[in-house]
């Protein structure tokens, strides 16, 4: 059987990603691919910190593939925020399901597949606050976002988020 593969909550992007926001994010990325890497996984491209090519500067990290990693590794299991991408393989959409919702943290998830049926599916059953099909960060000011479980809670943008500048007040009185 074929097997396909699938990544949460890591996306490599754009080739021409710019820095992280500082010097202990840069190290706390570095510190999540060199322990995976002491553990025995593979990495496949990237894996280092770096700098702008052009001011020899900056906080930038490579993009980072890790391939192989159980559905525990700690790459998987918490958000490391940097441009690594952690693959894991998998047989049918029941299995990819109990690995995309078998961690603590739900912000994002990206379904890529020919198969809009099934992506409807996979998107209705899995639990994050977005779900991208064939794409990823898609949607404009209009389109809440934020995560599920450890990720956060609430939304911001779209009028989902306008609830959270609301303040609810309830009276009851008894007329008689």
């Excluded at 754009?14 to 553990?39: F, W």
């Excluded at 306008?162 to 303040?167: A, G, I, K, T, V």
Aim: aromatic share 8%; charged share 20%.
């Amino acid at each position: 059987m074929e097997k396909t593969a699938l990544s949460l909550g890591h996306a490599l992007t754009d080739p021409g990603l710019g820095p992280v926001n500082s010097a202990a994010q840069v190290a706390r990325i570095a510190g999540y691919v060199d322990r995976a890497r002491q553990r025995g996984v593979q990495v496949v491209t990237g894996g280092r910190a770096t700098t702008d090519p052009a001011s020899g500067s900056g906080w930038f990290f490579e993009p980072t593939l890790l391939d192989g990693l159980a559905p525990d590794d700690p790459a998987v299991q918490q958000e490391i925020f940097g441009p690594v991408l952690c693959v894991q393989v998998f047989d049918d959409t029941d299995e990819a399901l109990a690995l995309a919702n078998g961690t603590d943290f739900a912000l994002a998830a990206g379904v890529y597949t020919r198969d809009f049926a099934m992506a409807h599916r996979m998107a209705r059953d899995l639990d994050a606050g977005q779900v991208y099909i064939n794409e990823y960060f898609a949607g404009g000011i209009e389109v809440p976002f934020g995560g599920n479980r450890r990720s956060g809670f609430g939304r911001e943008k779209g009028l989902e988020a306008l609830r959270n500048y609301c303040r609810v007040k309830s009276v009851a009185a008894r007329l008689s």
